[in-house]
């Protein structure tokens, strides 16, 4: 994948499915519900790569890149990212790059011993992204283990 897609997918959060096949700029994939009551439908469009939609609307909600594996086996993006994105980041990495996030969670306990590193998330510039948030997951060694791009709330 390269990154001028990436971004167009940022730019299209909030558009329909449909409209999204039906321009090209996204796959023409079923939408498939990754696990039992949950509200969105999804495509993986590439490994480590996930397009979530409303399951009510079908409107693209969210953009998953992994780039460190959170679970055993799971596949990890390879490909290119906007700038000034990389593949390998650490939480000062983003700081420095984005500043002070607009909201922040701090390392969490989960189930089975398990702890993550937190969150922090940044509107993205208006005039180049008008409808996205991005927010950095981190794992427990505070490098970035996931993006998730958003619709503004």
């Not at 089975?112 to 991005?134: I, V």
Request: hydrophobic share 40%.
């Amino acid at each position: 994948m390269d990154a001028t897609t990436i971004a167009l997918w940022i730019k299209s959060l909030g558009r329909p499915y449909e409209s999204l096949v039906s321009e090209g700029i996204i796959p023409n994939m079923p939408l498939r519900e990754l696990y039992k009551g949950r509200n969105w439908l999804d495509i993986e469009p590439e490994e480590g790569m996930e397009l979530s939609f409303s399951a009510e609307s079908k409107c693209l909600e969210a953009l998953y890149i992994i780039l460190v594996p959170v679970v055993e086996e799971q596949a990890v993006y390879r490909g290119e990212l906007p700038t000034p994105l990389a593949l390998s980041m650490s939480q000062a990495d983003v700081k420095d790059s984005f500043g002070v996030p607009l909201e922040s969670k701090g390392p969490t306990q989960l189930p089975l011993n398990r702890k993550t590193g937190g969150w922090d998330a940044y509107e993205l510039e208006a005039s180049a992204y008008p409808n996205a948030k991005l927010m950095f997951k981190y794992a427990e060694n505070r490098q970035v283990n996931t993006l998730v791009f958003t619709l503004r709330v």
